[in-house]
């Protein structure tokens, strides 16, 4: 069976018990006293790709943090897929959650892609590694580069390596940081493909309205630590006195699929 249609059943199953993500009333400040968070509510079903928006400093990175328990200590709760994120379960929750980093650099340091994949099933404990890594290469497309340094690949086959890391674990929710940025035209829709291919859960974390608005059919914008809007992504990014007000606009003359 496939990575996708394990996922697939393992997310149908997840359907009638719990949300993959619940996060309600979440505040934090940091130890310097700046509050960046202010009681965000977020839920999100299996299955469902949402975009997250918002300005610098608006809260994302920290939201983000606090879903594989980097950052704690604030008030509020998260689950993922009815799994509290605290310390007692930390382990298993940094596997259901796949953080996918802006820079691949941040992911990928051993000296073969297939080392890189299998490290992270081999480090959780997870069975089968060797399926696992020739299940994720190829639901990116990277299979024939398993033998290949990633330093010797371009920036988007390296985004897709990254990609595949964190789907050898099988995460319950994939959390995409800036997944578009510094990607050639080609990489984009490349990475876009294999993106809605997977059939995961996803909340994608960008500036990129247009890819926000090809990839995730919910966006919530999230400003000053609060949520702000919460709808349909066309609806959010026709608004745009919405965008404007939280410093956020789409490119000069595109439009809306």
């Known amino acids: 069976m496939g990575l996708t249609s394990e996922l697939t059943e393992a997310s149908g199953a997840a359907a009638g018990t719990a949300p993959a993500l ?8 940091y130890p310097h006293g700046r509050q960046a968070l202010f009681g965000v509510d977020l839920r999100v079903e299996p299955g469902e790709r949402v975009a997250v928006l918002g300005p610098n400093g608006a809260g994302k ?31 298993e929750i940094r596997r259901r959650v796949g953080v996918v980093f802006q820079d691949p650099d941040d992911q990928l340091f051993m000296p073969t892609v297939a080392e890189d994949v299998a490290f992270g099933p ?15 290469l190829e639901a990116v497309g990277m299979t024939e580069h398993a033998d290949r340094s990633p330093l010797h690949l371009s920036g988007g086959q390296r985004r897709r390596v990254a990609l595949a890391t964190v789907l050898a674990c099988d995460p319950e929710i ?22 809605l291919g997977l059939g995961r859960t996803m909340l994608m ?14 966006s919530v914008l999230i400003d000053d630590g609060v949520v702000i809007a919460d709808g349909p992504t066309r609806e959010l990014l026709a608004d745009r006195e ?16």
Do not use: M
């Not at 994939?174 to 993106?195: G, I, M, T, Y």
């Open 61 to 91: 990175t920290t939201l983000v943090l606090h879903l594989n328990g980097v950052l704690s200590g604030g008030s509020g709760r998260i689950e993922v897929a009815g799994l509290p994120v605290d310390k007692a379960n930390l382990r």
């Open 22 to 29: 619940l996060v309600e009333r979440l505040a934090y400040a």
């Open 242 to 257: 919405l965008l404007a007000a939280h410093r956020l606009e789409l490119p000069y003359g595109f439009r809306l699929p």
């Open 205 to 218: 974390v960008t500036h990129d309205l247009p890819y926000a608005a090809q990839l995730c059919p919910r």
């Open 174 to 195: 994939l959390v995409l940081d800036e997944p578009s940025a510094n990607l050639e035209p080609v990489a984009r829709r490349e990475l876009a493909e294999v993106l």
């Open 122 to 136: 081999a480090n959780f404990g997870v069975p089968d590694v060797a399926a696992r890594v020739r299940a994720a």
